[in-house]
């Protein structure tokens, strides 16, 4: 199996003629940039569900409906965790050089993240659709949510992740 990580380093010495270190910051620099995206939906998810309970029908749902609001909000607090980390983490690492574990933690973290903010979303989805149309709606709804997330944020990528690997087997 090829060494992703130095795989990458060598093609980036190659066709861009970056040292390690330029590749990290760069890679670094891109990983910021996509968390903006994210953090900026699951703040607004999370902010939303905190508001939840204070509504004034919110009393009356049902205990299973509680429940799923509890882990939705929990999912969303960990998707917050998960994709704020890899700034506290530059901080704490701050003129430490070690960027190549900062950049490869992050990565994990951002992963790890997404999972929790599709979760998240899921969950939202869920509450609201069965509070207002019922439950088999509700399930439906985020059934059809969960499948869009699965395939435009895993299956695509990985699909043509394993394609490249495939190509670069091959020459």
């Given at each position: 199996m090829v060494d992703v990580w130095s795989?990458?380093?060598?093609?980036?010495?190659?066709?861009?003629?970056?040292?390690?270190?330029?590749?990290l910051d760069r890679n670094l620099?891109?990983?910021v940039s996509e968390l903006r995206v994210m953090q900026t939906g699951v703040q607004v998810l999370f902010a939303f569900l905190l508001t939840v309970p204070f509504a004034a029908r919110f009393g009356s749902v049902t205990t299973f409906q509680k429940v799923e609001y509890l882990v939705t909000l929990l999912g969303a607090a960990t998707a917050s965790t998960l994709l704020m980390a890899p700034a506290a983490l530059h901080r704490v690492l701050f003129r430490r050089r070690d960027k190549r574990y900062l950049v490869r933690t992050a990565?994990?973290?951002?992963?790890?993240?997404?999972?929790?903010?599709?979760?998240?979303?899921?969950?939202?989805?869920?509450?609201?659709?069965?509070?207002?149309?019922?439950?088999?709606?509700?399930?439906?709804?985020?059934?059809v949510g969960t499948s869009g997330y699965v395939?435009?944020?895993?299956?695509?990528?990985?699909?043509?992740?394993?394609?490249?690997?495939?190509?670069d087997h091959e020459s």
């Open positions: 795989h990458d380093e060598a093609w980036s010495r190659r066709e861009r003629g970056e040292t390690e270190l330029q590749r620099v891109e990983l990565h994990r973290l951002t992963l790890a993240g997404m999972c929790c903010v599709a979760f998240a979303m899921t969950g939202a989805v869920l509450m609201v659709v069965s509070v207002l149309f019922g439950d088999l709606a509700g399930a439906v709804a985020a059934a395939v435009s944020w895993f299956v695509i990528p990985m699909r043509r992740r394993y394609r490249i690997r495939l190509v």
